[in-house]
């Protein structure tokens, strides 16, 4: 119990710790852009404090609300979160060439970020009914059925959100997918045919699109790219010990996005190896944390949600951090709790409340009051065998 708790507590220490990394480095980064954008140094930090505080009252909201419960009504949130994709291709805000943003009151919010835990807790849903009712009703099912149904409800959100023009996102979601059509125990025959046709229209979604190509052969080639050059001579400059906090040059017009998708490299000029280091640990140690609730929580839906989002988290950190370093070809990827958005901050605090309320799933020991000691599957088996 005692471990447990600690457990419990060492995961709000580091989200506290990355909220309140996120406010040093953006009021560093960000202040010669919004003093160019809006003529006040500390609009970007003042926004981004109100995103956390939104994002906080999430975490306090999801921690506290029975994950269980998410079986009864995500249906009707998978519903809302494909109306909202197409809202976006029809009223959306375009910048950059992308359509991805829906305005309401003179705020912004990104739907492709929000549905990302929908799919999760959709798909985590299906897959434990269908589970649970096979081993319940001892009926068969059908494999190549179950797998069509998961990639049809991944493909309606990826359809949309490539309409956006929004293939990191995209590409997530179909990881994401993946990842669930894996754990459903589906045949690899299966698997391996499914595989290649989602990898060539993957392809086809980069090679169609120009400025997706582009970005790919600057990758393949000799020229790297204005953003991802100066990406490297950020990370580069930081050195060991980094120039110190408030003494990066690449903020002064050098690298754009450098409080968004860049901001890794931004905070590693300024903190340098040791920096980089210490806020990779943090994020390590998140992970570490959902992989041993995991482990130690014995309900099955419980299982299979945190299987998501540590997917979801996984593949953001390094995504974010494998292209401002070259390793991939460039693409929007905002770094978790890090980055400047208030679409995917509110997201990411809400989705490490889930985490959380599973967490305090295990200090419950009562397994009349609770099933979490339990595998749930064979709990209801038991009480069905009693009720005859």
């Known amino acids: 119990m005692k471990r447990k708790k600690w457990l419990g507590t060492f995961f709000i220490?580091?989200?506290?710790?990355?909220?309140?990394?996120?406010?040093?480095?953006?009021?560093?980064?960000?202040?010669?852009?919004?003093?160019?954008?809006?003529?006040?140094?500390?609009?970007?930090?003042?926004?981004?404090?109100?995103?956390?505080?939104?994002?906080?009252?999430?975490?306090?909201?999801?921690?506290?609300?029975?994950?269980?419960?998410?079986?009864?009504?995500?249906?009707?949130?998978?519903?809302?979160?494909?109306?909202?994709?197409?809202?976006?291709?029809?009223?959306?805000?375009?910048?950059?060439g992308a359509t991805r943003w829906i305005s309401i009151g003179g705020f912004a919010f990104q739907p492709s970020e929000f549905v990302k835990i929908i799919l999760i807790i959709t798909l985590a849903t299906f897959v434990y009914n269908l589970k649970y009712a096979t081993k319940r009703d001892k009926v068969k099912t059908l494999p190549w059925l179950s797998s069509i149904s998961i990639l049809g409800l991944t493909g309606i959100y990826a359809g949309l959100i490539i309409a956006e023009k929004s293939f990191s996102n995209t590409a997530q979601i179909v990881i994401i997918g993946l990842t669930y059509l894996l754990i459903s125990e589906v045949k690899f025959s299966i698997i391996g045919i499914f595989v290649p046709i989602i990898g060539i229209l993957g392809w086809l979604g980069i090679v169609g699109t120009g400025y997706r190509a582009s970005r790919l052969a600057s990758y393949v080639g000799d020229d790297l790219g204005y953003h991802t050059t100066n990406s490297l001579i950020a990370i580069g400059s930081g050195g060991f010990s980094g120039r110190f906090y408030g003494n990066g040059l690449q903020k002064y017009g050098f690298l754009p996005e450098i409080h968004t998708d860049y901001i890794f490299s931004g905070y590693a000029e300024e903190n340098g190896f040791i920096g980089a280091l210490f806020l990779l640990g943090l994020y390590i140690s998140l992970l570490v944390i959902i992989a041993i609730t995991l482990r130690k929580i014995k309900n099955v839906y419980a299982k299979y949600i945190l299987v998501g989002i540590f997917i979801m988290f996984a593949t953001q950190v390094i995504g974010n951090v494998a292209v401002v370093s070259n390793v991939i070809p460039s693409t929007g990827i905002p770094?978790?709790?890090m980055s400047y958005g208030g679409s995917t901050t509110i997201v990411m605090m809400s989705t490490l409340g889930i985490v959380y309320n599973i967490i305090r799933a295990l200090y419950k020991q009562e397994m009349g009051e609770n099933l979490d000691e339990m595998n749930e599957i064979d709990y209801e088996l038991i009480n069905q065998r009693k009720r005859r």
């Open 13 to 96: 220490i580091v989200v506290l710790i990355l909220s309140a990394l996120s406010l040093i480095t953006m009021a560093s980064l960000s202040f010669p852009q919004a003093q160019k954008e809006f003529g006040k140094s500390h609009s970007y930090l003042a926004r981004q404090a109100l995103w956390l505080l939104i994002g906080g009252m999430g975490f306090v909201f999801t921690a506290n609300l029975n994950y269980k419960k998410y079986k009864d009504i995500i249906k009707y949130f998978y519903i809302l979160g494909a109306f909202t994709l197409v809202m976006v291709l029809l009223i959306g805000r375009t910048s950059k």
């Open 335 to 337: 770094l978790p709790m």
